[in-house]
Structures are given as structure tokens and as C-alpha cells.
Nanobody, 128 residues
Framework: QMQVVESGGGVVQAGGSLRLSCAAS???????MGWFRQAPGKEREFVAA????????YAADSVKGRFTISGNKAKNAVFLQMNNLTPEDTAVYYC??????????????????????WGQGTQVTVSA
């Protein structure tokens, strides 16, 4: 069974940077891993994703040019480098993984239904 664990959240001032890490472990591999976030009172939204076989990346318009997703296929890990943070980026950030060959997910990498396993989330707080 796969487990997903995020790390790297914290408190930062506006304009600052943070780097989130996420690793998937267990007896199965991930084909795609993604980041979502949920701010208080709002729905969970897509942030970025990476597909390991092609190393293609996807990002929400709201974070393009500021956030960069990267990955390590051998370690089943992804990273989210977040630069020029604003208070609007404050949220719990969740990492998710789609299980290679055994996925029951649907849709595209930008959809939460695409993923099979979710982490517990890590808080990112950006102060003005």
C-alpha cells in the first residue's frame, strides 16, 4: 500500500520562498504526482503536477512563473519550489499520487479525482 508524506511548510513573509517535498513509499510506484491546496473556506484547487514517464509538468495559471514542480523518478518524489509568495498562497498544501498500473482515478492530472493516494497536508502561511 502506498503512503504519501509532505514536508516543508511553514510561515514566510510576502515575497519570500518555500520548498515543499513529497515522497511516495510502499510496494507500488507512482505514475503522476501532484500538488493541491485548500485555503480556509475555499475548495481544494490544483497547483501543479508531474508525470514521471515523460517528466511533463502542469501548473495552474495562478502559480505559473512563481512555482516550479520537479521530481525524482527513482525516489518517487516531487518538489514544489514556491517563489514570490503572496498572502493569497496561504493554504494547506496536499500532495497526491496516482498509482502506476493500478489506478482507479479518472480525469486529468489537474483533477483531484485523478489521484489515488493523498498526504495529510502541510500548512503554508504567507504574512503580508
Amino acid at each position: 500500500q502506498m503512503q504519501v508524506v509532505e514536508s516543508g511548510g511553514g510561515v514566510v513573509q510576502a515575497g519570500g520562498s518555500l520548498r515543499l517535498s513529497c515522497a511516495a513509499s510502499g510496494r507500488t510506484l507512482a505514475s503522476t504526482m501532484g500538488w493541491f491546496r485548500q485555503a480556509p473556506g475555499k475548495e481544494r484547487e490544483f497547483v501543479a503536477a508531474l508525470t514521471f514517464y515523460s517528466m511533463n509538468t502542469y501548473a495552474a495559471d495562478s502559480v505559473k512563473g512563481r512555482f516550479t514542480i520537479s521530481g525524482n523518478k527513482a525516489k518517487n518524489a516531487v518538489f514544489l519550489q514556491m517563489n514570490n509568495l503572496t498572502p493569497e498562497d496561504t493554504a494547506v498544501y496536499y500532495c497526491a499520487a496516482r498509482i502506476y498500473g493500478l489506478s482507479r482515478g479518472s480525469g486529468t492530472a489537474e483533477s483531484s479525482q485523478f489521484y489515488d493516494v493523498w498526504g495529510q497536508g502541510t500548512q503554508v502561511t504567507v504574512s503580508a
